[in-house]
């Protein structure tokens, strides 16, 4: 039964409701470091990492501090502080372990703080699960589903997009349309792409 | 009201120990270096030396990977401090400054009436530009917006004026004119032929009344420091023997064209 859930979250979350193409969140990254395939992909992983810590630390916040001394509108505070906590640690891995890297991310991987598709999870996890599962381990169990697998959305679309834009280096764009404008077109295209997963909803 | 303010509290300082903690396992080197040079730097980011801001090139001469003398704004100065950082031996760097070779402006006759958006890039894209002269200067200043220093002027004859005090040579005006008119050339040396036009002198005569007319007079006087080829003077500093009939020179061309700064 269980296991049927978290199968059913990991669709929904990398390709029904994808964080990018259909919840519009973490569009910054989405065309700021997605002009080539490598850096892309250590985005998604960065952006998976803190996702999937972060569900899970903002599931023991909500549950054990919040909840408890009933303060739930300090939520946006309190996991914008356990994101930012989780960036920056992150940040000082990537510089330590590959500062070519660090290089490549340039601003972006600062801008995971505030980068809403992570809040964005977070949020949705106390919407969705910490609010109505009975069983607190059992929310737990949801929201880092949800949260790993909101990362690997995340990183497929990153993938797919710098694929496109790698080709597209190739390709006679016409010279106004060039770099961003071209870039928002594909990102359009994909967008009416992964509708499909949902269908049409009125 | 206090439980709330606790509690975030207590999260704050716990995550802050959290990363003091990070920060000392995953702690990076950085060549102190690299902070002075920033400091010694002019700070304008113009990236004239091709680098990515005043930082960008810090870390590439701290690392050895560009030369001392890569920043073109800084000059003299910056060159000593940076010397004195990276504990080399000074030399000496001839100060340059940025020229303007024409004296157009109103006296230039116009090819048309142009009408449009108003900077020189744009006039320049219509048939070369308004001015009857090919070499000319456009007159909207796109040198005077882009200098970082705020050292070019407008003129009052329409003439983009260098300030050489405040002119750090670099580069930036040189690659945004359009007609090509703007050079780096040595601060020392202060006699230049303000005219860059290669056409014969009866065009010249018609176009422009500061126009060089390649009438030699200033290669005789000199005895061939000033030098006429296609049409234009071009005065050799190597040849020059004393400066005095250089500014008989100054004094004697028809045009005016030679000047002293």
Redesign the interface.
Known sequence: MELNQLFMIAISVIFINNFILSRFLGLCPFIGVSKKTEPAFYMGLAVTFVMTASSVITWA?YIY??EP?H?EY?RT??FI??IA?FV??VE??I??TS?ALYRAFGIYLALITTNCAVFGVAVLNSEMYLKTTGNPLKGLLFCATQGFFAGVGFTLVLLFMSGIRERLELCDVPGPMKNMPIAFIVAFLMSMAFMGFSGFRF | ML??II??SA??LL?GL??AF??NI???GLDPKIERIIGALPGANCGACGKAGCAGLAEAIAKGDASLTSCPAGGEETYNQIASIMGVEKKTMARKIARIKCGGGDQAKNKYEYKGVKTCAAEGLMAGGGKLCNFGCLGFGDCVMVCPFDAIHMGKNGMPVVDSERCTACGKCVSECPKNIISLENASETYYVKCLSRDKASFVRNACKTGCIACKICEKLSKGAFMVEDNLARLDYDRVDNEEELKLCVEKCPTRCIIQL
């Open positions: 916040v501090l919040l001394f303060i300090l505070l309190s502080l356990v906590s920056q640690l000082m891995f510089q330590k500062p | 439980i709330p509690v975030m999260m704050g995550f959290g990363l990070a920060s995953f702690r990076v």
